[in-house]
T-cell receptor
């Protein structure tokens, strides 16, 4: 079945550091890929998405590129801020479907 | 973007009582909504798919009689935790796909504590 694997956390960085959170997936066909973010005590918010190979999703300084050849969708940000501290979830959904498959989540803490 | 609300945001109840959690899509209609459970420091576990006008579809291992789901209208789904026990304490989150598309919008979650 479909699955999503994220790098294990927690990840702790200093402010202005470069961030990478790895995400790889296993799925048939060509799923759409997402990154969701969950701030403390809140629900999930869509951060960015990509719907086909080589697409790059971007938002709030975060980027992720849909790499079909490596089945990956790594999340990157050039300079993180304290306010980026949250749990990040990678997810996929098949075209035409609605049920999301989530990775296990990566907790990110940014220290000033 | 689209907004999904949940009510209540927090609830504390005694063991053996039932608790109802509401999930509403505020500015769009949702024929399908999803209910998740999230344990501390863990990922979301899909519990069930709520379908407007028909029975909910439960994931394997989720007790249908324990977690009652009713999709009363195109903007409202409710999850009732029946005869709650301390092990049911968790963070419950709902989501709804916007206009049947892939992108889902999540509610802010409901934290349930059963004493």
């Amino acid at each position: 079945g479909d699955s999503v694997t994220q790098m294990e956390g927690p990840v702790t960085l200093s402010e202005e550091a470069f961030l990478t959170i790895n995400c790889t997936y296993t799925a048939t066909g060509y799923p759409s890929l997402f990154w969701y973010v969950q701030y403390p005590g809140e629900g999930l918010q869509l951060l960015l998405k990509a719907t086909k190979a080589d697409d790059k999703g971007s938002n709030k300084g975060f980027e992720a590129t849909y790499r079909k050849e490596t089945t990956s969708f790594h999340l990157e940000k050039g300079s993180v801020q304290v306010s980026d501290s949250a749990v990040y979830f990678c997810a996929l959904v098949h075209q035409g479907a609605q049920k999301l498959v989530f990775g296990q989540g990566t907790r990110l803490t940014i220290n000033p | 973007g689209a907004v999904v609300s949940q009510h209540p945001s927090r609830v504390i109840c005694k063991s053996g009582t039932s608790v109802k959690i509401e999930c509403r899509s505020l500015d769009f209609q949702a024929t399908t909504m999803f209910w998740y459970r999230q344990f501390p420091k863990q990922s979301l576990m899909l519990m069930a798919t709520s379908n407007e006008g028909s029975k909910a579809t439960y994931e394997q291992g989720v007790e249908k009689d324990k977690f009652l789901i009713n999709h009363a209208s195109l903007t409202l789904s409710t999850l009732t935790v029946t005869s709650a026990h301390p092990e049911d304490s968790s963070f419950y989150i709902c989501s709804a796909p916007y206009s049947g598309k892939e992108t889902q919008y999540f509610g802010p979650g409901t934290r349930l504590l059963v004493l």
